[in-house]
Each structure stands twice: as structure tokens, then as C-alpha cells.
């Protein structure tokens, strides 16, 4: 049976559910550009650029491809940071017929070659910095065309923000037939776009899963799924054409891609690009042009507040600020809400389901809470042994059924078996997320399925450990896993990233025994290591697996050693 306590605090002047436009994706921007041509659509380390010069941009780039061969249904790698050239690529793919395969700057050529190869990506958009990774791959592939953008391109020649080093030196492009220059592509193209020969049922879209349970996946994703969450997060985030949304998630995921610059440009509103996380250009940002919203994850919001100087920053802006990725800390959601007076408000979703699926009402946002189910989202609770439907309070994977959810993996007919379901005769999503919801039909993440701690027969889930170590004056970061343990079977281990102002001041012991002070006998963590940093994605979630692995391979080492 659908859920639906959560209605009664739905946000006032909202409907229920939305209609979404039947349109292809790119006609966010051929719109937006009629309304407000002169109307800044992205500003990029000071740069403007309108929304007439930004549709210019799409239309020369849907251009060029289809002079290099470029056909309907064809997939074309974008691989890259943000940059204008993300935006252009994107739109410019779509409106050339064809779909997007947005792949992580971060991974290894080997990493890269295995998502070209399986998407079959036909040629690429990359930037000066990273294209050797894919040309030196590319004769394993399907590769044709390179195309090689600088960020010079486009950066200012006096920014009004801090620009990362790397950013001002980056490498001349080694041009063969294949690999072709940005601008000199755009400057070559004399033909107009191709015809439109895409519908919002067809495929626009195909990102990959992080590959966290193996193999990464590519999600088929259509017009009609990106569209209505994005329709949907310009809607819930109240987003208008006079907002300036700040833009620090990296686009080529799903988050950054949906909330930071689809729904802007959907709502016509500006875009404040940063290529590379920097807490200093952020808040200069937010002051300097006034930013209203800012998607996020949870370390971006934890970087900000740990800035000396925070609280004589001008952020009075600022209307709106959430994410998700990972729960936020109810410290940290404290201390949010005493420097800016907002309260954080966290969502949940997935690659498969193109971002959010739960968005936190704004105006009855709960902290450490995912929320409420998104515009037409039937989400519900099941048992993890008989697949039964759970009330309120019991703790079962969550399954979703909504607009958002991708047609299926791409070329994985056993794993699209594996994931979906049937209830009431609707097909539902497996998540693999364990989750409870409340009696007013807010949802809560207990945890992955697989992240569970089995401690001596007790259940102990990770993040709810981590949340309360946050509490903790000296913490910056945490990370918890478990630690394999011949009498307890697993032992809860905290990596943890100091203040700068307390390292070399605070003891393992101090943590451990503040711990027990705060939590279940069973779920405090007997181990504790200090750490630098904690690895993190691309996308900035902190890869809690490698550190488990870490742990199991160094204990493995000890019995055999």
C-alpha cells in the first residue's frame, strides 16, 4: 500500500504530482535563451555568459558533431570537471540526436576504457588536462574523434574568483586528424544543427554507477527521467529566473548535473561555476553574486563551518541549501542553522533513479532525515528476508516506483532482473538501501545493506556512530568500518580527520573514552587512527569501502604473516 501520512506536510501551494514537458531535454536552453537572451546563464570564474550566447554555443556544437559523423543514438563520451565545455557538450550531444555518457575525470585510463568499451561511445569531449588519458586508450576502443577544450577557453583574463593552479596551466592539445581543438572545431563548423529527430522517450542519457558492488553500470536514462527531476528540484527548490545557484558538485553525477545546472537552466536562472571544490571561492562566491541556492554534499557543508572566519562572512543570501550523498550530522546541521539560519535540507537518490527520489520539505525540513517521497514517488519499506511491505519504525530496504527511474542497465539483462520487482502490479526499484520511515512519512537511511557491522551478534550501522563522533569538539571528518575480529566477529573502527587546531593535542583515548560516554556499549568504536584526509570520490563521498578493504587486507596480512 502507498504511503501517504507524508501529504499532510507537503509544501503549501504544490501539487501532488507534476506534468512534465514532452519535449527533448535541449529545449530547456532554446527556451530559457527566447525569454532571457541577455540574462546571464553561467558565470564562470567571472565570465558571463547569456543565455542567447549559451544556445549559440549548443547549436555550433550539435554542428560539429554531426559534420564528424555523428548520428541519432550514437553515444559521446563527456569527460571532463565542470567547465563551460560540460554545458555545450551536453546540450550540443542531445541536440545532435545523440546520448551522453558522462564519465568521472578521476578514473584511470583502464577504469575509463572499460566505460567506453561498454558503452561503445563513438567520440569524446575532454579538456587539455586529462585528453592523453583518453587518446592513449582510444585504439582499444571505439573512438573516432577527440575534441579537446582548454580552460582558457573561457576563463576571464582578470577573475573575480580564486582559480585553481592547474587551471592556468594546462598543456597545449598534440593535434592529429582525430583530435581537434574547442574552438577551432566551433570556428570550422559552418553547417546549422542537424534536424531533430529525438523524442523525450528516447535515451539522452547514460551514467554509471560509482561501481561500489562491482562492476560499474551504465543507467539508461531518457528525456522524460532527467526532465522530471529536474521539473521537479526547480519546483520543490522554488528556483526562479533572478536566483543564482551556486554550482561546486561535479556534473558529470547525477546530483550535479540535476539540481546544479538542469533545473537552473530549466527556471532561466544563473549558474556560478567552480571547476574544483574551494571552500575560499565558494563563500567569495556566495558574497559576490549573491547566490540564493547551493545542492551539496555533506564534507563541502563541514569544510565551510570549519572556516576560521565563517561567522563574519556575508552569506545572508543564501535561501536554500541541501544535498545528500550521505546523512548531515545533527552537529553540523546545528551549527548550520546558527551561522545562516537555515536548516539543511537533505535528500536522497540514486544514479538509477537520475538524483533525488526524497526531498526534505522546505518549510518542515527534519535534520538526519532523507524526507518525504518526491512528486509522483511511491516509496516503500520491505523485509529484507521475505520481500513483505513494513510499517512505520521497521528497518527493510527501501523500493522505489516514480518518473525518475531509469528503463534499465545498459546491456545487464540479469541484473535489470535482479533489481526490479513487482508490487500491486507496479515495477518497483530495489535500492539495496536499508531505511525505516516515521508516522508522518518521513524516510530515514540506516544504512547499505552491506555496511552493516556485526559486532559480537549486535547490529551496528556506521553512519549512526559517525553522527554522533561529529558531535565531538576535535572531529573534523569521521569514517567508520568494521574490523574483522576472531572473538567479536567484527570491531567498529573510527578514521578520523582532526581540527587543525588539535592536532597533536588529542589522544585515540580521549575519543574512545568520550565515546562510551555517548553511545551503546556495543557501538562504540574500540579502534581509533587519526588520518590526514579520508578518501573521497569524485563526486566527494568519502569511500568508505577502501578503507574497509584497507582494514580486512591488514588483518589478513597479520594471520598469515
Excluded at 500500500?1 to 514537458?21: C, D, S, Y
Excluded at 546549422?192 to 553500470?217: A, N, Q, R
Aim: proline letters at 6%.
Amino acid at each position: 500500500m502507498k504511503i501517504t501520512a507524508h501529504f499532510q506536510f507537503w509544501p503549501k501551494r504544490v501539487p501532488f504530482e507534476l506534468l512534465f514537458p514532452q519535449v527533448p531535454l535541449f529545449e530547456f536552453i532554446e527556451t530559457s535563451a527566447r525569454r532571457y537572451p541577455g540574462h546571464t546563464a553561467i558565470i564562470y570564474y567571472g565570465r558571463k555568459i547569456t543565455y542567447l550566447q549559451l544556445n549559440d554555443l549548443v547549436e555550433k556544437t550539435a554542428a560539429m558533431l554531426a559534420d564528424l559523423g555523428v548520428k541519432k543514438g550514437d553515444r559521446v563520451a563527456l569527460y571532463m570537471q565542470n567547465t563551460p565545455h560540460f554545458v555545450a557538450g551536453m546540450f550540443g550531444i542531445m541536440r545532435a540526436n545523440a546520448v551522453v555518457v558522462p564519465i568521472n575525470p578521476m578514473l584511470t585510463e583502464r577504469e575509463m576504457l572499460q566505460l567506453l568499451t561498454d558503452s561503445g561511445a563513438t567520440a569524446a569531449i575532454t579538456t587539455a588536462d586529462i585528453y592523453k588519458r583518453i587518446y592513449n586508450v582510444r585504439k582499444d576502443s571505439n573512438l573516432g574523434s577527440i575534441i579537446v577544450g582548454r580552460y582558457a577557453d573561457y576563463l576571464p583574463d582578470e577573475p573575480e574568483l580564486p582559480v585553481p593552479e592547474f587551471l592556468k596551466n594546462e598543456p597545449e592539445i598534440e593535434k592529429d586528424d582525430d583530435v581537434l581543438a574547442w574552438l577551432d572545431a566551433l570556428e570550422a563548423t559552418d553547417s546549422h544543427p542537424p534536424p531533430v529527430e529525438t523524442v523525450y522517450t528516447d535515451m539522452c542519457l547514460l551514467p554509471y554507477t560509482s561501481g561500489s558492488t562491482g562492476i560499474p553500470k551504465g543507467c539508461i536514462h531518457t528525456h522524460a527521467t532527467v526532465i522530471s527531476n529536474s521539473v521537479g528540484s526547480a519546483v520543490w527548490h522554488n528556483m526562479l529566473s533572478n536566483h543564482v545557484i551556486l554550482t561546486t558538485l561535479p556534473l558529470f553525477h547525477v546530483t550535479g548535473l540535476t539540481h546544479s545546472m538542469v533545473a537552473p537552466f530549466y527556471a532561466g536562472a544563473t549558474v556560478v561555476m567552480l571547476t574544483r571544490w574551494d571552500r575560499e571561492a565558494a563563500i567569495t562566491a556566495i558574497e559576490k553574486y549573491r547566490c540564493t541556492h547551493w545542492t551539496n554534499i555533506t564534507t563541502m557543508v563541514i569544510d565551510i563551518l570549519n572556516h576560521p572566519d565563517i561567522r563574519n562572512r556575508d552569506l545572508s543570501s543564501m535561501t536554500l541549501i541541501g544535498g545528500g550523498g550521505a546523512p548531515l550530522p545533527e552537529a553540523v546541521g546545528k551549527k548550520l542553522q546558527e551561522v545562516t539560519g537555515i536548516t539543511y535540507m537533505e535528500g536522497y537518490g540514486m544514479t538509477e533513479t537520475m538524483s533525488q527520489t526524497h526531498f526534505n520539505p522546505p518549510d518542515r525540513p527534519k535534520l538526519q532525515c532523507i524526507g518525504i517521497s518526491d512528486f509522483g514517488v511511491d516509496a516503500r519499506i520491505i523485509s529484507l528476508d521475505k520481500g513483505e511491505q513494513l510499517g512505520p519504525g521497521e528497518q527493510g530496504e527501501l523500493v522505489i516506483n516514480g518518473p525518475e527511474v531509469m528503463e534499465g542497465y545498459w546491456n545487464r539483462p540479469e541484473e535489470n532482473q535482479k533489481v526490479f520487482m513487482e508490487i500491486d502490479g507496479k515495477q518497483f526499484l530495489r535500492t539495496g538501501d536499508i531505511c525505516t520511515y516515521d508516522e508522518e512519512g518521513y524516510f530515514y537511511i540506516v544504512d547499505r545493506s552491506k555496511r552493516m557491522i556485526n559486532a559480537a551478534g549486535y547490529k551496528v550501522w556506521p553512519t549512526e556512530v559517525e553522527s554522533v563522533l561529529y558531535k565531538h569538539p576535535a572531529i573534523s571528518e569521521v569514517c567508520v568500518v568494521g574490523v574483522p575480529d576472531p572473538v567479536r566477529v567484527e570491531n567498529v573502527k573510527a578514521f578520523i580527520v582532526l581540527r587543525d587546531d588539535c592536532r597533536g593535542k588529542t589522544e585515540e583515548k580521549e575519543i574512545i573514552d568520550w565515546a562510551k560516554q555517548n553511545m551503546a556499549a556495543y557501538r562504540y568504536p574500540r579502534i581509533i587512527e587519526f588520518v590526514d584526509s579520508l578518501p573521497k570520490s569524485g563526486t566527494g563521498k568519502i569511500q568508505w569501502r577502501r578503507l574497509q578493504q584497507k582494514e580486512k587486507e591488514r588483518v589478513a596480512g597479520k594471520q598469515n604473516g
